[in-house]
């Protein structure tokens, strides 16, 4: 059964510690990304890769860090840098360039508290 | 710059039709999606247009003008099943694949 899965659903830390998302598809995708959401507000893109070992920042990267070792892993780390890291992650995959949509396809999320 | 407006909220009856509209300013067109968002759960993606026109899917067909840097998701005979968040999105930046998503409208479906 293909899909996007990320885990915890649900994950506490406290202020000043480094927290690491987990991403996995077996889609076959090439591209993968990294959004928050924030009550109010839109999804907005943190990171996104294209290809492994490459990877571009987005809108609002600072604060974060990720890797693309595998093509179908691409973990999120919320650093102690990020100044406001409570939110909802939302991991994506698509393909590139196979048809003109590049649909973009979403895991459960996960949604981070730090306390 | 790139901009989405869409209406935050949204209150309909059950068996009613509803439009959600959405209004988009982007350098360089490449399509816009629509996706449903249930409270706490992951965007599923609903419809993708890049031609002006209607294009009917079920109880949802989505419309698009790009003269105007318009759409719509006209939702039929709703059910209660349908309150969700309904997502407006275009890419940006002369890529397919880079999204600015609008704020949602919160669509609630009433008995």
Redesign the interface.
Known sequence: DGGITQSPKYLFRKEGQNVTLSCEQNLNHDAMYWYRQDPGQGLRLIYYSQIVNDFQKGDIAEGYSVSREKKESFPLTVTSAQKNPTAFYLCASSQIGRTSTDTQYFGPGTRLTVL | GQN?DQPTEMTATEGAIVQINCTYQTSGF??L?WYQQHA??????LS?N?LDGLEEKGRFSSFLSRSKGYSYLLLKELQMKDSASY?C?V?YGGA?????????TLLAVQP
């Not at chain 2, 706490?40 to 993606?45: I, K, Q, R, V, W």
């Not at chain 2, 397919?96 to 949602?104: A, P, R, S, V």
């Open positions: 989405i490449n399509g999606f706490g759960e992951a965007p599923t993606f993708y890049v997502l999105a890419p397919t694949n880079k999204l600015i998503f609008g704020t949602g």
